[in-house]
């Protein structure tokens, strides 16, 4: 089978990272697989060499007349690349995305499954809602992250729930964990790492760090923040690392401060390392992660006072923080990369 996933780009985000694990996998398997994106950058994260790249460069700057018809070229841009390919399957991630591919498709006559990676309410009331809504009903399938997710595309009845799968790394496994309470993820409002800089301002301990990984928007009004509590010596922000395991075996509390996710990888990543787990219990993801108490921690959204109480919790109880490491590392069974791709290949069969 031929398979064709299309992503905007192949930078160092949670819906890349799952793409490559797929790619890969379904290449190690026998499928022959294309991505087809819109960036310049080159893959972040690795690649089988098999694996073949299409990129279609197009700007989309300009008065909003420039926009709509260098959104409508974009789509014809993708067509082409759908009709002169010999593809079975496409497999389109994230909402704009699927948008054009699923216009895209039908005009080639190609199957497609739509991928979202985030929870249906971020763009509920937005032009991407709008569109979703008229659009996705002509793809063959469409996968979301999580079952609360799911209830909310009642216009479809070709949905289904497939979690993002987990890949372990067996680098770094003589590191000792340190005082330091970690975060990760690209530096966007919706991440909260304003909420977790509040946080442990108010722990006054300053014999702990706090380390938060990732690049993003959000860097500059961050590090202002962190230099207003005059914090510049306890929290860094080193930026993207191709070695994310190292500060997940180094750290002994992990925080996911997010105001809403899809399904954290970074959060399902830390369990995965051992790394006792922290996270508000947003929508959606975090509630189909963790077993509040048993291998992890669950705060009310956006309760910074409660959030404080749960790290310093943590922080003095060294016994706790070893009970949840020990249970949060089951999570890498329960999202073993064969079981998440059979879910993905059962319904590429299907259609």
């Known amino acids: 089978m031929k398979v064709m996933f299309v992503i905007h780009g192949l930078g160092p985000g949670g819906a890349e990272r799952v793409l490559s694990m797929l790619a890969n996998y379904l290449v190690s398997n026998g499928y022959e697989v294309v991505i087809l994106i819109m960036s310049k950058e080159e893959p972040f994260y690795e690649l089988n060499k098999s694996i073949r790249i299409?990129?279609?460069i197009k700007k989309s700057n300009g008065s909003l007349f420039d926009k709509i018809k260098i959104n409508i070229n974009r789509i014809y841009e993708i067509y082409k690349v759908f009709k002169t390919n010999d593809i079975d399957i496409i497999i389109s991630f994230i909402t704009l995305m699927n948008i054009?591919?699923?216009?895209?498709?039908?005009?080639?006559?190609k199957k497609i499954i739509l991928s979202e990676h985030t929870n249906f309410d971020v763009s509920k009331n937005t032009y991407l809602g709008f569109l979703r809504k008229l659009i996705y009903p002509y793809a063959n399938a469409v996968v979301v992250l999580t079952e609360k997710d799911k209830e909310k595309y009642n216009f479809l009845n070709n949905i289904y729930v497939i979690h993002?799968?987990?890949?372990?790394?067996?680098q770094f496994d003589k590191i000792k964990r340190e005082k330091i309470i970690l975060g990760v993820g690209r530096l966007m409002k919706v991440k909260g790492f304003d909420m977790l800089i509040e946080a442990y301002k108010n722990l006054n301990i300053s014999d702990w760090k706090l380390i938060i990984v990732g690049e993003g928007p959000e860097r500059k009004n961050l590090e202002s923040l962190v230099f207003s509590l005059g914090l510049e010596k306890n929290i860094t922000l080193p930026g993207v690392t191709k070695e994310i395991e190292k500060y997940y075996k180094s750290s002994s509390i992990f925080v996911l401060s997010?105001?809403?996710e899809g399904f954290p990888g970074a959060l399902c990543e830390a369990m995965g390392y051992g790394c006792p787990a922290i996270a508000f219990d947003c929508l959606t993801g975090p509630s189909e992660i963790i077993t509040n108490g048993f291998d992890g921690i669950l705060v009310e959204p956006s309760n910074i006072d409660s959030l404080c109480l749960s790290i310093k919790d943590l922080i003095h109880d060294e016994k706790k923080r070893d009970i949840l490491s020990q249970n949060s590392k089951n999570i890498s069974i329960r999202l073993n990369i064969n079981k998440i791709a059979k879910k993905w290949i059962d319904i590429m069969e299907k259609i």
């Open 54 to 56: 299409i990129k279609i």
């Open 100 to 109: 054009y591919s699923t216009v895209a498709a039908k005009f080639a006559r």
């Open 164 to 170: 993002n799968p987990l890949i372990l790394s067996n």
């Open 258 to 260: 997010s105001r809403a």
